[in-house]
């Protein structure tokens, strides 16, 4: 069983290597992932070395991507920025794909009431942005990566429900779910050997682009003052110390900027990938 | 009253958006004994899959009982399923389906023997270690075999791999392989080709010649398929019992004219 | 409108790029060239006759309409000649191909209930072809689709329903009625009874002939099954693995079957029919799906 699951993570991603889409996304996500774990050992400057004769620099030898403006180097923020966006990212798939399948299985609940009632209440908190969903978690936690987390996780988790749903309903109302119930399987058992297979490409697909979004929105909520804490790194983090003075330094903001861009892209076309692997059924 | 499975004075409606409830039956009685094959037909919309849905404990009642080896399945006020029975208990776990579309019957992404032993890993409960794979694999090929199909390299297929005609014998497979004493078939030939049509008949009248004690109800709106293999028939027309006796003679000299006009239609 | 086909070939898939991994099994070893599905078939359709396809599902019957309508899914080439009523319709522009299918050939497909539009009243989906391709008056247009309510066995008070309040009969009284709305030249019936149980589909054939009959029109009639096309048709074609293995009279091929393929496919049409049935009380008219409420 073991090396059968292997092997079909690996026959995966061949499928998704093929596509020239499916190949930029691994491409980034590996440097992404290595770039995440050699900040944990080396950075090129010490992250809270500032060199105050040095701010706001061109790139140098010393610096390769220049100084921000505490004289602050550029390329070492953003290396160690990388594994706050990818904690945030993973947690993010983790708990929006845990709250996800936890809502449609309530969906997709042969107690008709239980499933209404959770249609009603998804379709109604879906309304509420993450902006304010993270807004409303500062109060009582302050600013930090488990507010972006926890807003996050639980907008996407509405959303994929939602979108879920359909095929659940297709799978839970079918006739096999019908047979192993009718066998004397229960509930539970449905859901985990029957529903959720079934979903999986949508969960598949829609969690890849959650991972990516949720790139985008922790830049948007540090911007806000809402994200990470002060002096933590992270891309969003670089984004914001940069962009007052965006006029003058426009360099400085381009380089977060453009890693932002990377990210977003790749996990977004890694999701299309998954999904035109899945529709020609080589997944 | 010594039937396997009996249904009696079974009334069941369905609400109607807009329009109060519709009664699909009128006081059905049914039933089926020991190694019997009780057609039940009708046009759509007659109730036959309603009933026979009702008989296997897969739908409840507005009213009426159905008792399964004298045990009570569906019961009370209301003709609820009860739940908690032993005659629940002990129909679920010996009696087998089989539907329409082979395909939807099937879970898309699950192989053919996982989706075969998937009666067996159940009835062996919580402890699935209860069951070896060796005795799974065997127990499934034999099923198929029954069903006329070659395990061999059919065991790793995945439905989308399979003909219509493989697909419901697989599915057949599926419903025999925990040896059920009852199978439902419900219109399990409608979706498919004349041609695979026949190699499903041949199969099912294989099953009842090596298990003479299992009963099969077939629903049908086909009397050709009918009287191939069942010994007795239930004729529905709007929810109400038209016609019912053994095949030669229902089909012979058929009583009703709702029963007349099936024979004449079925006729080449 | 007579029908001629001549050396049509039909492929899908094509060119290399179709590089499918994983899946396998399918494609049964066919070279990089397509997956010929239909292959150098002959067939003509007589000015008035009803003619029948047969074959077993993935035969390639369904792709021989289907060229013939100009509706091949995408992907699909065919090659080769089929001349309806003078106009080649391989090769023509899709405004030849939709006016033709329009005005001249009228369609009934195999599920009623996903052709109809579900939000669309009976009356608006019979008239919906009159819209697009004449130039009626709504009046005009009224009086025709209630004439066409009554020829094929619907009451009046059907024009307004919606698909999903008709039983599955009916709703296929409405797809015929749709298709013969135009006064079409040719009716081309995919499976049209397929999905109906034998008393409905009995009606729904003597309807169809009827009325191809009446409006002298030809009909090109797609099943699978040989008692059906018994009372569908005169002559037809048995096709196997995309050719044209048998053709001839129906009831001298459902007598004599020359072919494998044509003995199976009778064979197996005269086991699912009912045989040696004592009295034989027939033709009783009786149909429990006219009009009436269910």
Known sequence: MESEGIGRVFAALRALWRRGSGRYALIVLGLWIAVAIVSLFWTPQPLLATDGYHVWAQPSAAHPLGTDGTGADVLS????????????AVLTVICSGALGLLLVGLMVSRSAGLASTTVAVVDALISIPT??????LTVPFGASVGVIVGACSIAYGLNLARIARPSAMLAARSDYVESALAGGASGWYAFTRHVVPNIMPVLTVQLTISAGTSVLAEAGLTYLGVGVGAGVPSWGHSLSTSVKLINVFPLTVVWPGLVVTLAVVALNLLGDAFNSAMDEGSL | MNALLSASHIVKSFPVAGRGRQQVLFDVSASVDAGECLAVIGGSGSGKSTLTRIMLGLETADSGTVTYEGSPVVAGRGGRIAGSSEGFRALRHESGLVFQNPFASL?????????VAEPLVLAGGAGRGNVSRAELVEKVSKALRTAGLEPGDMLSRRPRELSGGQAQRVAIARAIVASPKVILADEPMSAIDVTVRVQILDALAAIRAERPDMALIIVSHDLGVVQHLADRI?????GHVVESGPVGAVLGHPQADYTRDLVAAASL | MSVEIRGLNVTIGGHAGSARGGSGRD????????????????LTVGDGERVGLIGSSGSGKSMIAKSMLGLLPRGARATGSIDLGGTEVIGASDRTLADLRGRYVGVVFQNPGTSLNPVSTVAKQIELPLRLHYDLTASERRDRVMAMLDKVGLTADMAGKYPHELSGGQQQRVGIATALITSPKLIVADEPTTALDSIIQRQIVDLLVSLVDDAGASMLFITHDFSVLARATTRCYVIDDGRVAEEGATADLLAS?????????????????LSAVGSPAVSSTVSSDRGGAR
């Open chain 2, 107 to 115: 879970d898309p992404r699950w192989a053919v023997f996982r989706s």
């Open chain 3, 257 to 273: 079957p020359g072919t494998p393929v044509a003995r199976e496919l009778v064979g197996s049409a005269r086991r699912l029919t």
């Open chain 3, 27 to 42: 494609g049964s070893g066919r070279d990089g060239s397509g997956n010929a599905v239909v292959r150098d078939v002959d």
């Open chain 2, 234 to 238: 239930l004729v529905l027309h709007n």
């Open chain 1, 131 to 136: 902006v304010l969903i993270a807004l409303l």
């Open chain 1, 77 to 88: 923020w953003l290396m160690a920025g990388s594994r706050t966006n990818l904690v945030i």
